[in-house]
Nanobody
């Protein structure tokens, strides 16, 4: 069973920052691009950011300039540094291994991010 374990979410005020982490197996991590998605209440899951095995990153327009995705091969972990958070960033954040724009595995439990004053 594939494990994708997200962590780092929480409650933050508008303008604040959070750093999300997603750990997986070395086999999955080393072979694939890794991506972050999010799902707001009552909405469909949407793409946030993706990073290739070589470190090339792609972002959704809504987070460009505010979020940074990175990966650490020593920890088999992908990170999402989020700054200048807004209430519309609220949602459950999920990670997955990616092939192009396609998620490869079942979604994990995600980590909740709530931006509110």
């Amino acid at each position: 069973q594939v494990q994708l374990v997200e962590s780092g979410g929480g409650l933050v005020q508008p303008g604040g920052s959070l750093r999300l982490s997603c750990r997986t197996s070395g086999t999955i991590f080393s072979a694939n691009s890794m991506g972050w998605y999010r799902q707001a209440p009552g909405k469909q899951r949407e793409f946030v950011a993706r990073i290739s095995t070589r470190g090339s990153a792609v972002y959704a327009d809504s987070v460009k300039g505010r979020f940074t995705i990175s990966r650490d091969k020593t920890e088999n972990t992908v990170f999402l540094q989020m700054t200048a958070l807004r209430p519309d960033d609220t949602g459950v954040y999920y990670c997955n291994a990616m092939s192009g724009a396609t998620a490869l595995y079942s979604w994990g439990q995600g980590t909740q991010v709530t931006v509110s004053s």
